[in-house]
Nanobody, 121 residues
Framework: AVQLVESGGGSVQTGGSLRLSCAAS?????MAWFRQTPGQEREGVAL????????SYADSVKGRFAFSRDNAKNTVYLQMDNLKPEDSAMYYC?????????????????WGPGTQVIVSS
């Protein structure tokens, strides 16, 4: 499975921005971002198809988050704007998509260790 490493998390105030990065060790057709808070299930945030760049987003982040990729670097980026306290979570990059619903964590075979995002009010 491809290896993934996230970066870019941190602490911001409400309304601020962060850009997360995920570097993959090799090519993968799809990459996704998930997030998770303690005691909650992992939630799908966004998906990108690395060929063509088509994207899908969770309703909760549409219009605020933007997913992009640099195929030459096998790296994807999640630009997060107008952040809200409810966006606070550990964010995980996922790859090796098996098919099915993109927002189901069980449909991915590769995961990064995560990067923490904290949004204070």
């Amino acid at each position: 499975a491809v290896q993934l490493v996230e970066s870019g998390g941190g602490s911001v105030q409400t309304g601020g921005s962060l850009r997360l990065s995920c570097a993959a060790s090799g090519y993968t057709d799809y990459m996704a971002w998930f997030r998770q808070t303690p005691g909650q299930e992992r939630e799908g945030v966004a998906l990108i198809r690395t060929v063509g760049g088509s994207t899908s987003y969770a309703d909760s982040v549409k219009g605020r988050f933007a997913f992009s990729r640099d195929n030459a670097k096998n790296t994807v980026y999640l630009q997060m704007d107008n952040l809200k306290p409810e966006d606070s979570a550990m964010y995980y990059c996922a790859a090796d998509f098996r098919g099915g619903l993109w927002f189901r964590p069980s449909n991915y075979a590769a995961w990064g260790p995560g990067t923490q995002v904290i949004v204070s009010s």
